[in-house]
């Protein structure tokens, strides 16, 4: 019997996305396959046409969501378009805030963070010239990655209560200028009602 592309690829996203709906619930350690095929409406033998356990249906989600990082920083860095950088991944973040809100959560996959490093540093190494083992410059890029990261999270985690364009010139800001003086300065301006 032949598999219709459609029906198994329409099988597999509701499989996901219940998988999802419960991953945003709770650890996948407490998720089981029943939960999953509970939730999306099908027996556990479906399942297992498509999916070896829970795992792997996290591991789908996220190299569907890595692979759309590779390519953007790809263009970013092999392009020369570092200064749609922040805009190039405020998009991004759009598009997988949800997913990357909790995969970078605290009850998230810690593997993820370093996966998404482990795409960007080579490629922003080799446009900057640095070399692979440069630890100066590896503690750089773990500080201004990891608070691009964390400043994007929680950009996402507050239902972006402020607009794209403020996040990008607000992380900007940070970038540009110490960063303490920046949060001074923003106390400042709630103090006066601005």
Do not use: H
């Not at 989600?61 to 890595?66: F, Q």
């Amino acid at each position: 019997m032949k598999k219709q592309p459609e029906k198994t690829a329409l099988t597999k996203a509701y499989l996901t996305t219940a998988f999802w709906e419960l991953y945003k619930e709770k650890p996948i350690t407490k998720i089981t396959v029943k939960d999953v095929t509970d939730r999306a409406g099908y027996f556990r033998s479906t399942f297992y046409l498509y999916f070896t356990d829970v795992y792997a249906i996290l591991e789908r989600i996220e190299d569907d969501i890595l692979c759309d990082w590779e390519t953007m920083v790809s263009e970013v860095f092999e392009q020369g378009k570092n200064e749609m950088m922040l805009e190039m991944i405020t998009a991004f973040y759009e598009r997988y805030g949800e997913y990357m809100s909790v995969l970078l959560s605290p009850k998230g996959d810690p593997a993820f963070i370093q996966k998404i490093k482990d795409i960007m540093r080579p490629k922003m190494f080799a446009r900057l010239k640095l070399p692979d083992k440069d630890a100066k410059g590896s503690m750089i890029f773990e500080f201004v990655i990891s608070a691009m990261l964390a400043f994007l999270t929680e950009w996402y985690r507050n239902a972006k209560n402020i607009s794209a364009e403020s996040a990008i010139k607000l992380l900007q800001s940070l970038g540009s200028e110490d960063t303490m003086a920046v949060m001074l300065r923003y106390a400042a301006e709630v103090k006066n009602g601005n």
